[in-house]
C-alpha cells in the first residue's frame, strides 16, 4: 500500500476508535457485544496482551508477540495466546516453513486497538513494533543474497502488511531516520519480489521525510541507491542518475566502501540503460574492485554479470560468455539462487544470437524454473520474452504467443518497464508472422517512437537491432507507404498501458 494511503487508513482508524461502539450499524454493535464478552473473561495481563496484539498488521508471529508485547516476559505471552486463541479472539494460520501465525479477524483487531489507544501505551507499542520489524529487514538483507534468499523473500512477503505498518508509523510519526533505515534495508526484497510501484512510493516518501538529516549520510545514501535502481527500472532515467549520483558522493564522503560499490554498480547501469557504455564500464570497474577487495562473493558476481552484458550490447559475444561463465561460477559458490537464474537466462541470448536455439532454451527454461521458485515476477517476465522470441525463430508460434501473454499479463501486475517492451517486442514480432500487418506496424510504431522505449533500444546488440529491422522492413514493403504511415502513427501515440492492452487483445481491430 502506498504511503500516503496507508497514512490515510491510520488517521481513519483512529477517527473510528475516538467514536467508540456507538455509531456502528446494528449488526456491527451485536457483533462487538460478543467480543465484550470474550474479553470480559480474560485476565488482566490477558487484556493488556490482547490490547498489545494489535500493533500488528497481517499476522504475528510467537517470536514477534513476545519480542514486542512481551520484552520482560511478565505477561507469560504463550499461555496469553492459547487463551485468546480457546475464546476465539485469535486464529492460528500456517506461515512460512509451516511456522504458526496468529491472525485477528478485522473486528476483533479494531477492537484490540481501540483497548491499545486506552491503554495509554499505542505509540511505545507502535514504535517497539517497528524497531523489531527493522530488525528483521536488516537480518534478511545480507540472507537475501545467498543461499537461504528464498526462505527469506517468503518470510519479509508474510510480514510485509507488518513492514508497510511500521514504516507508516515511522512517517506519520516523523522519525525520518527510520523510515529511511526500513526503507533503505527493503529495497532489494521490493526489487526482487516485483513491489516497484508502491516500493517507489515509500522510498520517496522517506527520503523526503528524511531530508533535513545530516547525521546519517550513510542511511540516506542507501535508500537513495534502492530509490534510484528502482526509478531505472520503471524508466525514469533522469530521477534514476540523479538519485543514485548523490548516493555515490555521499558514500565516498563517508569513506563507506561496501556502500559505495553497490551505488557505483547501478550508477554504472543506469548509464548503460542512457547508452553510454563508455560511462558504464569504468563504474562498472570501480565497483568490481570494491566488491574484490572486500571478499563479497555476491557482488563480485554481480558486476561480472553487468560487464558482460555491456560486451554482449557491443557484440563481443566471446568476451561476453567468458564473464557470463566467470559470474556464473562465482554466484553457484556463493549459493546466490537469483544470480544463479540471472547468469543462465543472460548466456542464452547469447546463444539465440548465434543461432544455438536448443542450447539457448535450456539455458533460458533452467532460469525460469529458479526465478519462478524465487517470486521474481520482472525476470519471469524476461525469460518469457525470451522463450517467445525462441520460440518464433524455431517457427512454433503458438508456444510463442502463450510465453508472451503469459510474460506481458505478469509484467502489468509487476510494473517492470524493461520486461514489459521486451514482451511487446515480441507481440510485434509474432504478428508481423502472422502476416497481421497493421497490427505489427502499431507495435513497431510504439516500440520505435514512444518515450517510454527509449531506453530499450541501448541494450539492443547488432543481432537483435537486426532481427527488428528486418521484421520492419518486410511489414513495411508489404503493407504500403499509405497505411504504414497511417498505423505507424497511431503506434507512436499510444502509452506504454494502451500498447500493452491492444498487445493483448485476441481479436484486434485492424488485422490483415
Known amino acids: 500500500m502506498p504511503p500516503q494511503k496507508m497514512l490515510e487508513r491510520l488517521s481513519n482508524r483512529l477517527k473510528l476508535l475516538k467514536g467508540g461502539a456507538r455509531d456502528l450499524p446494528t449488526r456491527q454493535q451485536t457483533l462487538r457485544g460478543a467480543i465484550d464478552w470474550s474479553y470480559e473473561l480474560l485476565e488482566e495481563d490477558e487484556k493488556t496482551l490482547f490490547g498489545r496484539l494489535s500493533v500488528f498488521s497481517g499476522g504475528r508471529t510467537l517470536e514477534a508477540i513476545e519480542e514486542i508485547c512481551d520484552p520482560e516476559g511478565d505477561l507469560e505471552a504463550l499461555d496469553g495466546v492459547e487463551s485468546l486463541l480457546e475464546k476465539s479472539l485469535l ?10 501465525r496468529y491472525v485477528m479477524l478485522e473486528t476483533v483487531h479494531e477492537y484490540a486497538r481501540e483497548k491499545l489507544e486506552q491503554s495509554g501505551e499505542a505509540e511505545v507499542m507502535r514504535g517497539a513494533h517497528a524497531e523489531y520489524f527493522l530488525a528483521l529487514a536488516k537480518d ?13 523473500l517468503e518470510r519479509l512477503e508474510a510480514e510485509h502488511d507488518n513492514l508497510r505498518a511500521a514504516l507508516g508509523w515511522a512517517l506519520e510519526s516523523k522519525e525520518g531516520e527510520l523510515a529511511l533505515r526500513l526503507a533503505g534495508t527493503l529495497w532489494w526484497f521490493w526489487f526482487v519480489h516485483g513491489h516497484l510501484r508502491e516500493s517507489r512510493a515509500w522510498l520517496e516518501a522517506a527520503l523526503a521525510e528524511g531530508a533535513a538529516l545530516s547525521s546519517a549520510p550513510k542511511v540516506r545514501a542507501k535508500a537513495l541507491t534502492g530509490a534510484g535502481r528502482l526509478a531505472l ?59 574484490r577487495e572486500a571478499g563479497d562473493g555476491w557482488g563480485v558476481g554481480e558486476v561480472l554479470n553487468n560487464l558482460a552484458s555491456v560486451a554482449r550490447i557491443q557484440d563481443k559475444d566471446d568476451a561476453s560468455l ?19 537464474a540471472m547468469s543462465l537466462l543472460n548466456m542464452g541470448a547469447v546463444w539465440v544470437a ?26 519471469v517476465v524476461e525469460n518469457l520474452a525470451n522463450l517467445g522470441e525462441l520460440e518464433l525463430e524455431r517457427g512454433n508460434q503458438k508456444q510463442a504467443e502463450r510465453h508472451l501473454r503469459e510474460g506481458l499479463m ?24 502472422r502476416g497481421e500487418l497493421l497490427r505489427s506496424t502499431r507495435l513497431f510504431g510504439f516500440m520505435i517512437e514512444a518515450p517510454e522505449a527509449t531506453f530499450f533500444h541501448h541494450l539492443m546488440n547488432s543481432s537483435e537491432k537486426a ?4 521484421s520492419i522492413a518486410t511489414v513495411h ?36
Request: aromatic content about 6%; overall charge negative; hydrophobic content about 40%.
Open 322 to 340: 567468458a564473464l557470463y561463465e566467470e559470474s556464473l561460477a562465482t554466484r553457484r559458490k556463493v549459493g546466490d539462487k537469483r544470480g544463479i
Open 467 to 470: 532481427r527488428l529491422e528486418s
Open 233 to 291: 527500472e520503471v524508466g525514469e532515467l533522469e530521477r534514476a542518475r540523479a538519485l543514485l549520483e548523490e548516493g555515490v558522493q555521499l558514500f565516498r564522503e563517508a569513506g563507506d566502501e561496501a556502500g559505495l560499490a553497490e551505488a557505483l554498480d547501478n550508477l554504472a547501469i543506469a548509464a548503460a540503460f542512457s547508452g553510454e557504455l563508455e560511462k558504464a564500464k569504468p563504474l562498472f570497474e570501480e565497483s568490481l574492485a570494491l566488491y
Open 91 to 100: 486464529r492460528q494460520e500456517e506461515g512460512p516453513n509451516g511456522e504458526p
Open 477 to 512: 514493403s508489404r503493407l504500403g507507404e499509405a497505411a504504414w504511415e497511417e498505423a505507424y502513427g497511431e503506434g507512436r501515440s499510444m502509452t506504454l498501458d494502451e500498447a500493452v492492452s491492444y498487445a493483448l487483445e485476441e481479436d484486434a481491430e485492424g488485422r490483415t
Open 354 to 379: 548465434r543461432s544455438e536455439y536448443e542450447r539457448a532454451a535450456k539455458l533460458t527454461e533452467d532460469s525460469l524454473v529458479l526465478y519462478r521458485e524465487l517470486g521474481d515476477k520482472a525476470t
Open 140 to 152: 534478511a538483507e545480507p540472507a537475501l543474497k545467498g543461499p537461504e534468499q528464498l526462505e527469506w
Open 410 to 433: 505478469l509484467s502489468k501486475v509487476a510494473g517492470h518497464r524493461m520486461p514489459m517492451l521486451y514482451s511487446l517486442l515480441g507481440f510485434g514480432r509474432l504478428a508481423e508472422k
